[in-house]
């Protein structure tokens, strides 16, 4: 079975080249491919049009605009997001406990990080169950 079949998994990535890789490799594992937007608008369009998002991976910077509006509207969805980033820089306190990937980054690393984090929101819900 694919790592990450059945999920719905939005990618909001600038660089059409990464973009196209990172859906080629996530469709191969089996997800859904929400996007890829290269922009806020876009992304901020289908955050708000998809009836189903399971996680999402973010470039911080796009295009110098910071893709933090769609982090927020991620987070009220209660959806589990990854960064994407060339930078070092610090992130807003408030994005802490979001993990973030160094790009470049290859397929199988990226897919196991979102494995984790999927898995992560599971034992979550399982133990607010319990």
Request: hydrophobic share 50%; proline share 5%; net charge negative.
């Given at each position: 079975?694919?790592?990450?079949?059945?999920?719905?998994?939005?990618?909001?990535?600038?660089?059409?080249?990464?973009?196209?890789?990172?859906?080629?490799?996530?469709?191969?594992?089996?997800?859904?491919?929400?996007?890829?937007?290269?922009?806020?608008?876009?992304?901020?369009?289908?955050?708000?049009?998809?009836?189903?998002?399971?996680?999402?991976?973010?470039?911080?910077?796009?295009?110098?605009v910071m893709?933090?509006?769609?982090?927020?509207?991620?987070?009220?969805?209660?959806?589990?997001?990854?960064?994407?980033?060339?930078?070092?820089?610090?992130?807003?306190?408030?994005?802490?406990?979001?993990?973030?990937?160094?790009?470049?980054?290859?397929?199988?690393?990226?897919?196991?990080?979102?494995?984790?984090?999927?898995?992560?929101?599971?034992?979550?819900?399982?133990?607010?169950?319990?």
């Amino acid at each position: 079975m694919n790592a990450l079949q059945g999920q719905h998994l939005l990618l909001v990535e600038d660089d059409w080249s990464l973009a196209a890789a990172l859906t080629e490799a996530l469709e191969r594992e089996g997800a859904e491919v929400i996007g890829p937007c290269a922009d806020l608008r876009a992304a901020l369009d289908r955050v708000g049009d998809a009836p189903r998002i399971d996680a999402a991976l973010l470039d911080i910077d796009l295009g110098g605009v910071m893709s933090f509006p769609v982090a927020d509207a991620l987070r009220a969805r209660d959806v589990p997001l990854l960064f994407l980033t060339v930078h070092d820089s610090a992130l807003p306190a408030t994005y802490d406990g979001v993990r973030r990937c160094r790009k470049p980054i290859g397929a199988l690393e990226l897919i196991e990080h979102l494995v984790a984090e999927l898995r992560h929101r599971i034992d979550d819900a399982a133990a607010t169950t319990h």
